[in-house]
T-cell receptor
Framework: SAVISQKPSRDICQRGTSLTIQCQVD?????MFWYRQQPGQSLTLIAT?????????ESGFVIDKFPISRPNLTFSTLTVSNMSPEDSSIYLC?????????????FGPGTRLTVT | RKEVEQDPGPFNVPEGATVAFNCTYS??????FFWYRQDCRKEPKLLMS???SGNEDGRFTAQLNRASQYISLLIRDSKLSDSATYLC??????????????FGSGTQLTVLP
């Protein structure tokens, strides 16, 4: 596995503002993903962060709302734009391609976002 | 129908008990299956992969039935530290999919002293 860190670990933001979450991995990884976990719910994939190209978004998520960067194989950012209270959630990055099964994913500690 | 369905839970069991979780998946083309564990206010952590022949890791046994599209997790001799939410996870098998996963809603386990 890899050591994955996220910043910030938590934040309280006002509606209409934006927050950028950083995900740093201690080794190069081929795949990075961003998930959202709303209170009491399971994980929903937002997008796959592609190194050197635009992220691939899942149905219901758009680049204008959740712009993603992935400048290299160890780092990615997710921005939550023009926030509303409905964006209050835990945002998690994960990495894949490390285990014996290429589908195995390992998660960062998450960013707990509260929008007021 | 949800892509991955789990026992609704919650499960409250005494220490030392054996508990089993079940999960069904809808896409017969799925190839990779996992159980993750998520502690309260923490990130999910990979507990074990699930192989066709079934596999065991200490007190934990995972089994896969491809014909029934069914996955199970058995925990023997439950410990207080086993209290967590257990997530059934299946690869999302779409053409061009970059190794994406689909998560079940989770089953909450509380082991009581």
């Amino acid at each position: 596995s890899a050591v994955i860190s996220q910043k910030p670990s938590r934040d309280i933001c006002q509606r209409g503002t934006s927050l950028t979450i950083q995900c740093q991995v201690d080794s190069q990884v081929t795949m990075m993903f961003w998930y959202r976990q709303q209170p009491g719910q399971s994980l929903t994939l937002i997008a796959t962060a592609n190194q050197g190209s635009e992220a691939t978004y899942e149905s219901g998520f758009v680049i204008d709302k959740f712009p993603i960067s992935r400048p290299n194989l160890t780092f990615s950012t997710l921005t939550v734009s023009n926030m509303s209270p409905e964006d209050s959630s835990i945002y998690l990055c994960s990495v894949g391609g490390l285990g014996t099964d290429s589908y195995e994913q390992y998660f960062g500690p998450g960013t707990r976002l509260t929008v007021t | 129908r949800k892509e991955v369905e789990q026992d609704p839970g919650p499960f409250n069991v005494p220490e030392g008990a054996t508990v089993a979780f079940n999960c069904t998946y809808s896409n017969s083309a799925s190839q990779s299956f996992f159980w993750y564990r998520q502690d309260c206010r923490k990130e999910p952590k990979l507990l074990m992969s699930v192989y066709s022949s079934g596999n065991e890791d200490g007190r934990f046994t995972a089994q896969l039935n491809r014909a029934s599209q069914y996955i199970s997790l058995l925990i023997r001799d439950s410990k207080l530290s086993d209290s967590a939410t257990y997530l059934c996870v299946v690869n999302a098998f779409d053409l061009g999919s970059a190794r994406q996963l689909t998560f079940g809603s989770g089953t909450q386990l509380t082991v009581l002293p």
